[in-house]
Structure formats: C-alpha cells, structure tokens
C-alpha cells in the first residue's frame, strides 16, 4: 500500500520535475539538456508578449471569480427563502451550469453572445449623437470572457457555500434571533464567519479555473491572449525552455497560493470549532 | 536640368512646412531605403511615433505559427508606440469560421489566395485602400503569384508571401529518397508506419491524396474524392498525426516524413540538415498569403499601418530570413542573401513548380471535402 | 384559494444578479444552440434560417465520435478510480495523522498548476526523446506511446486523479475506524472486512469522484487534441472541427444539443440510482 502510494507520487511529480529541470536548460530547445543557465527566466520575464497575456489572464481571472462571489453567496443565502417553482428553476440551472462541458459553453456563448452584438450595434449607431465613426461597438474580449467565465464560477460557489450553510448549526442563528439580534447582525456575526472559508475555497477555485481555462477563452476571448492562449500557441509552434520556466513560475506562485489559503482556511474554521 | 541639391533642400522645406509627408520626402528623396537599412540594423535611430495620424496603442494581427520575426514588432513599436496584439491559428477555415462568428476584434489578418474571394463575397473584408500601404508597390510583385488578391478588379488583398506544399523528409531515417505523392503514400503505409504527419484541414490532406490518383488537386468530383477518401482511410491507422503544427514532431525525431509547407520545410532543414523538403512529381499546392483587413476591425488605420511596415522591402526582408517563405515582392528579393535565393526549398525548379495548383475557392468551401475529413479524422 | 402573496424584496434583490447572468450566459446560449440545430448550413458556411429536423437525423454521420466518448469517458472514469483508489485509502486510513495532511495537499498540488504545462510535459515524457529513448536503451526499440490511446488515457488518469482521491479520501476519513476493528476482532478476513464495511462507507465518495471525472471526460477535447495527435476523436473534438473547419453551425448545433442531452440524462439516472439519500446531492457537488 505504501509503496503503491509512493508509485503514484512519482506518476504524479515525473512531469512537474522535468517540466522544472529543463527550465534551466542553456540550451534553446526543450527536449535536449543543455548545462544549467537561468536565461530561460530572463526571456520570459522580458517577454513582453507573456507579461501582458499574464496580465490579462490575472485581470480576467480576478474580476470574474470576485463578480460570481459576490453574486453566488448572495444566491446561495438566499435560496432557502425561496421555494416553488422558482426554487426548482433555480436549482436546476445551477445544476446545468456546472454541468454543460466548458466546449459547450464557449461555442454557445460565441454564437450567443455574437448574435446579440448584431442586434445591439445597430442600435447604438443608429442613436449615436456624434460621429458614426466614433460610435462604441461592442466585441469580444475582457467583457465577454469574463461573463463566459464568471457563469461557472458563480454555480460554483453557489453550490459550496450552500453545502456549508447546510452544515451549519442552526442553533446558533435561533440562539441570535432569541438574543434579539436583527436578521443583519445575525448574519454578519453569526453566519458569515461559518460560511467565510467557503466563500474563499469557492473564490480561489473560481480563480484558478479562470487563470487556466483555454477551452473557453479560445472561443471568446476575441483577439485577447490570455496566459493559456500564449501557452498552447507556444506548444504548437514548438517549444523553447520559456514555456517550461513560464510553468515552474507558475507552479511555484500556485503553491503559495495554496499554502496562503490552507493557512487563511484554517483560521476561517478556528471560529466554528 | 533639375540640381540635386537644390531639389533636396527643395522637397526638405515642404516636409518642414508639412506640405509632404515624411514617406513621401524620404521616398523622393532616396533616403527611405537607406533608413530602412540603417533602421534594420540600429532600431534605436528611427524616430518614435514617425507614422502620421494616430493608429492607437495596439493593433491586433491574426496569423499563423512561426510567421513573424518577433524583433520586427519591436521595431514597428518603436516607431509607432503601438503594440501588436498577436493570435495564431492553424487553418484558413478557423480565420472564416471567427470572421462569420464575428467580433474578433482583428485587424489585419492573413488568408491564404483560394480563401480572399469567400471572404470578399460575404462582405468580411473590405477593399485595401492601397493609398494607405505604399510600401505595396503591386508593380514589383511577381503577377502570377498575386492573382487571388483581387477579386473583380478590386484589391482586396496585399501580398505576403508565397509558396508550395510538399513534404518534409528526415533522409537520416528514410532512405527511399521519394519523390512522388505515390511514393508518399506508399511508404506512410508501408516501412513508415507510425511515422508520418499529415495536415489537419481538408484542402492539403485530401488535395494531396488525390495526387496518388493523378487527379486534380483541385478535384470536387464524387468518384475521385471517394478514392481520395478510401486512400486516407486505408493511412489513418499508420499516421503517427492528422496536425498542421508538425514541427515539434519532426525536431523530437517522432515524425519522419509529412506533409508540410515552405517554410516550416525551410526552418526544419535551417536547424536539422538531414530534414528535408521535396515537392512531389505529380504536382499539389502553390500558394500565396495576404494580408487582408476584416470589415469589422477596431483599428482599421492600425491595420494598415502594420500591414504598410510589414511589406516594407527591408523589413519584410527581414521577415522573409525568420520564416523562410519566399516574397511575391522583386524589391524585397534585391536584399535577401544570394544562398537564400538560391536556395531549392524557397525557389524550387521551374519543371517542380509548372506542376502545381492554386487551391481553388470552390474546393475550399465544399461540404462534401469537409465531411470526408472529419470521418477521416473519427475513424 | 388565492392568498395574499408576501413578496420576499431582500431575497428577490440578492437573487436576481445570479438570476440575470443564468439568464444571459445559459439560457440565451442553449435557445439560441437549439434554434440553430432546427436551420440549416448557408451556402458558405455558417447558418441559414429555416425549420428542419435534418440536422438531427445526420446525427449518424458522427456516430464514430459519440462511441469513442461512449466509450472512452467510463473507460477513463473506471481506470482513475482504481488508481485513485487505493491511494485515498492509504491516505484516509493508513497514513499517520502527522503526514496526512501534507500527503494530500501534494495530490492536489499538480493539478492547482497549468493543465496545458502539465500535459505538454507528457507530449514530451512519451515522445521520442522521453520513454521510448530511454527503453530503446535499454534494449527494447521501437515503442510509439504518444498520439495513441493509451497517451490519451494517462492524460486522462494524470489530470483527474485529485478529483477523485479527494471525495473518496472525505468519505473514507469520517468512517469510523472502531468498525474496522470490530470486523477483524469478529474474524473476518481483510477482504471481507474491506468487501461488507468499507467498500459500502465509501460508495458516496466513490459515486461523487466518478460523476465528477466523468462529466469531464463528456466535454473532453484538450487532452485528446494535445496527446492523441488529432487521431483520436471525442465528441468535443467533432464539435470544434464542426465550428472552425466545416463551418457546419446547424449540424455543430444538433451535436452540441444531443451531447448535453445525453449528459443531463446520464447525470440525472446515476444520481438517482447512487444518492438517493436526502441532501446528499448539495454535498456531492463539491
């Protein structure tokens, strides 16, 4: 058993660490070692086509995954004062949303979204006070990636904090209610402290699906490039060690995040216990 | 008789009053070239922000893998302050499907010849407004090449580049030494079982099966598209990939013979010398690539500012030693080394290249293709 | 009975902006996808308005890509289960609870970093210069992985592995080891022990981690493009050729309509037949 365990360590970190080995490569292709350097990190940090796909993907990824926060607590506190048909229409588009396949989602929200751009367009032109030239036109780019991304997101954060208000000990809110405590205080003092870690697993989640979606973002992302759009192109093109240092930085920022957010969860749960 | 010099401190006032542009002052005066030159080798001495009127700070281009020097971005930001936003895409059929989607968001993008007339038709381009690229002077363009780019007596496209679809050939591992599309074909089902690429989109992949046959690599016709079919059908299960970014597998050693273009034939023999390009007997493809400006581009001037440096001889000479396809453009060719000229892969022999065809529109855009690679492609 | 109805403001106000993007980015998309799955192909490509059902009696013509998903999508799901498995039960009971937690956050580490790195690496570990070089040194020549179905299968494995460990490894850490204990104080062998007390005590998580693996693979097209070299071919991968290569918007429509279709009903029998315990869907979900 322990040795099974280990086996699967090493099928799981083999590539990682080759990925990390050849980013220090000298040499300028990525399958033959070529002596230790660090050049492959200076390329890509002077790498002005990586800093802004990175730059757009983290601006992407914030917004997005703050937006369905925001939207997806908020929905999920809410659904038990709901009930109905409402309820179930609810409930079951948070069901499809996490459902439908994210190739799915990026060719229907193209067409969608596309179509929607030609009923609107027109419209702002044909209103425009000023020069048609000068009229704003609506595309694809930040806008609709955003959207794309935030809809899975929010279901998803609607369904992890829902699961922890579920487990949540009620007592404690009749306890605050019998305490004379108004529904807002209550919530604020009672029930968002026990739903906080939630709210962060479901943000961080949120941002890392964004930060590494291409399937999506290769539909609607217009003619943005986001980290993963550079990554693949890279690929195809055939691969210098950039790629590979672009990767092990990632992975490196990627586990502080995960540590940051073991440390903050656990604190978050300190409260509850 | 008119003094030179006099004439220089002539047409240097008018610039200074601004009654020339500075394209036209240092065209008329001879010092473009030289700047260019100069500017190719030292970015650092051409002015910023030299292009007239305001093209924005960035300007997008959709185009295809290892197309660019990426150095010439660099040097059009110097001198415009804009940057270029770049995306690339393996097909021609991907660059129509987004346009007819629509909001890209592109400025400038690059269709190849048998694709400008689709995408003129359905409105998707809009004519070139040639007064806006100087630097394409269509005279100095090789006639034959730039046919495609206009379409009923409009230009709708300035050329890029051109050339040819062969194949590529590791002559380390294959010894056969082929020279024909049957040959090709044969060995990819025979000894190099495993070994071989083809491209991932139909006009190519069918075209060039169809050249087994002899037939036309333009063919439509439902009997010869049928053999085409069962030939590719009979390769599937030998191929090592259905790809059109081939070149990490031939430089891994994982890919020794495939279907390929020009330029990547030239970049895989430019760094592996046993990697080879051969055009087949029977014939295939030629073709060129334009640049074309989409009807919906944000930044239309952008556009054509790009388009205007990227064509400009030195520069795309420059561009032209990256990627190794031959220019359209006798200007651009004065300036490229004499080897390069030279060279069979770029300037293959005359008896090669009378045997070749331009892919056509109405291969193109035939349903009937299209299905025969997608059940290529699921079997 | 008509009853005064008590409009709930706060409730409806915090709803409506989730209500809102449902409504944009679901609902629009799947009616405007089932409008155009009903039209037909425009002369050069795209879509033409019109009613016809002959998008989805073309469906055959894609059979091949709907029975590789068919096939490869359980086929995938079984095989990270049994790799999944064994490992999560190290982890939840045989592990020291001093290693464990580390132990767990290293199986997700990998898959919180870029999923085309991880599986570009691959590309590279079965390619020429990795595996087969180092076995051809070995002195068996010869040996193809990458571009065939067994790469497509370990990029699979590699990246849904976490997401299966992770439920399995929830369920199997509440279960109460004095069970354990009790059955072998009874005599029971280890099988039987594993058979009637723990195998049962994990189905939930077992069910949860395969449902969850298993909806991916449906929509799967990276993995398959990346590591089986365009010859192996999903669904996702017909969708996408059906939009950027063939320009087939009607038939890519029918496609996309039918996959989720089959989705949902798939979905919705196997969490009818596997949770059917009150509430368990809410937790099965994360």
Same mark, same amino acid.
């Given at each position: 058993m322990r040795l099974y365990a280990f086996c699967i360590y090493i099928f799981l970190y083999t590539p990682l660490a080759i990925i990390a080995l050849f980013s220090f490569s000298a040499g300028r292709s990525a399958s033959d070692f070529h002596g230790f350097s660090l050049q492959w990190y200076e390329t890509a940090a002077n790498n002005r086509l990586v800093k802004e796909a990175l730059m757009n993907s983290l601006l992407v990824a914030f917004t997005s995954s703050a937006l369905a926060t925001l939207f997806g607590t908020a929905a999920a506190i809410m659904l038990p004062r709901v009930k109905g048909v409402a309820r179930i229409l609810f409930d079951g588009l948070t069901y499809v949303a996490i459902m439908v396949p994210g190739i799915v989602i990026g060719i229907s929200t193209l067409i969608a979204l596309v179509t929607a751009f030609n009923v609107i367009n027109p419209q702002i032109l044909a209103f425009w006070p000023g020069d048609p030239a000068t009229a704003p036109q609506l595309g694809l780019g930040f806008g609709s990636l955003i959207c794309a991304h935030s809809l899975f997101a929010m279901a998803l954060i609607i369904v992890i904090v829902r699961a922890r208000l579920m487990g949540m000990d009620r007592s404690l809110i009749e306890a605050s209610m019998d305490l004379y405590a108004d529904p807002w205080g209550t919530f604020r003092q009672i029930t968002f402290p026990q739903i906080l870690p939630g709210i962060l697993a479901g943000f961080l989640l949120s941002f890392t699906f964004s930060l590494d979606d291409y399937v999506i973002a290769s539909f609607v992302a217009g003619s943005r490039v986001t980290l993963p759009i550079y990554v693949f192109a890279s690929i195809r093109r055939g691969v210098t060690p950039e790629i590979n240092a672009i990767g092990t930085a990632v992975l490196v920022v990627s586990l502080i995040m995960l540590i940051g957010s073991q440390f903050l969860l656990r604190r978050g749960q300190k409260p509850a216990t | 008789m008119i003094d030179p010099r006099k004439e220089f401190m002539a047409q240097l006032r008018r610039y200074q009053m601004g009654s020339v542009s500075r394209r036209h002052f240092l065209g008329v005066t001879g010092l473009g070239t030289a700047m260019a030159v100069m500017g190719a080798a030292m970015p650092g001495l051409l002015p910023r922000k030299a292009y007239a009127g305001n093209i924005g700070d960035k300007v997008s281009l959709a185009t295809w893998p290892n197309y660019h020097d990426p150095k010439d971005f660099e040097k059009f930001k110097e001198l415009t302050g804009a940057d270029v936003e770049v995306s690339v895409f393996g097909s021609n059929e991907e660059f129509l499907a987004k346009l007819q989607a629509g909001g890209t968001g592109w400025d400038v993008f690059v269709p190849t010849n048998y694709t400008v007339s689709t995408h003129a038709d359905l409105g998707l381009i809009e004519p070139l407004d040639l007064a806006k690229i100087p630097n394409y002077d269509i005279a100095a363009q090789d006639a034959k090449l730039i +046919?495609? +780019?206009?379409v009923k007596g409009t230009v709708y496209g300035a050329a890029k580049d051109w050339g040819t679809t062969g194949f590529a050939v590791n002559t380390a591992k294959v010894k056969e030494n082929p020279t024909t599309w049957k040959e090709f074909w044969d060995l990819t089902r025979g000894a190099y079982s495993g070994r071989v690429t083809v491209h991932d989109y139909q006009l190519t992949t069918i075209g060039n099966a169809l050249k087994y046959y002899g037939y036309s690599f333009n063919s439509n016709d439902e009997k010869e598209l049928a053999d085409a079919e069962k030939l590719l059908l009979e390769a599937k299960p030998h191929l090592f990939a259905i790809t059109s970014d081939y070149q990490p597998a031939f430089r891994n050693g994982d890919a020794w013979l495939g279907i390929c273009w020009t330029g990547d034939g030239k970049q895989l023999h430019r760094d592996i010398p046993e990697i080879i390009y051969v055009l087949g007997k029977e014939g295939g493809e030629v073709w060129t690539d334009f640049y074309a400006i989409p009807k919906s581009a944000p930044n239309r001037e952008g556009g054509y500012a790009l388009v205007n440096f990227l064509l400009d001889p030195a520069v795309n000479a420059t561009e032209v030693q990256f990627h190794g396809q031959p220019s359209t453009d006798s200007r651009t060719n004065k300036l490229l080394p004499p080897e390069m000229l030279n060279d069979p892969i770029m300037y293959p022999a005359a008896d090669l290249l009378s045997a070749l065809e331009f892919g056509s529109a109405a291969t193109f855009t035939n349903p009937a293709r299209a299905e025969i690679l997608a059940r290529f492609k699921a079997a | 009975m008509a009853r005064a109805r008590k409009w709930d403001w706060t409730a409806i106000l915090l709803m409506s902006p989730s209500f809102a993007i449902f409504l944009a980015l679901l609902v629009l998309p799947i009616i405007v996808v089932l409008v155009l799955s009903f039209g037909e192909r425009a002369e050069a490509g795209g879509y033409e308005a019109a009613f016809t059902l002959a998008q989805y009696a073309n469906l055959p013509a894609r059979w091949a890509a709907f029975r590789n998903t068919l096939s490869l999508a359980p086929t995938g799901t079984i095989l990270c289960l049994l790799a999944a498995y064994p490992l999560a039960y190290f982890l939840a009971v045989k592990a020291s609870p001093r290693s464990k937690l580390l132990l767990l956050i290293l199986v997700i580490v990998p898959f919180w970093t870029s999923f085309l790195i991880r599986t570009y690496a691959w590309i590279f570990i079965l390619g020429g210069k990795g595996i087969p070089a180092l076995l051809d040194w070995v002195g068996i020549p010869d040996v193809r992985l990458i571009n065939t179905p067994f790469a497509v299968l370990l990029g699979i494995v590699y990246a849904y592995l976490p997401l299966m460990v992770f439920p399995i490894f929830v369920s199997l850490e509440k279960l109460d080891k004095r069970l354990l204990e009790a059955s072998e104080d009874l005599g029971a062998s280890p099988w039987a022990t594993f058979r009637q007390v723990t195998l049962p005590l994990s189905a939930p998580g077992v069910a949860t981690g395969c449902m969850l693996v298993f909806i991916l693979l449906m929509g799967e097209y990276l993995i398959p493009a990346l590591l089986g070299g365009g010859k192996v071919f999903f669904i996702g991968n017909a969708l996408v050729d059906l939009f950027l290569q063939s320009r087939n918007w009607p038939f890519g429509s029918a496609v996309a309509v039918s996959l989720v279709a089959i989705m949902l009903v798939t979905v919705t029998l196997y969490l009818r037949l596997t949770l059917n315990r009150r509430g368990f869907r809410d937790q099965s979900m994360v």
């Open positions: - | +046919g495609e +780019g206009t | -």
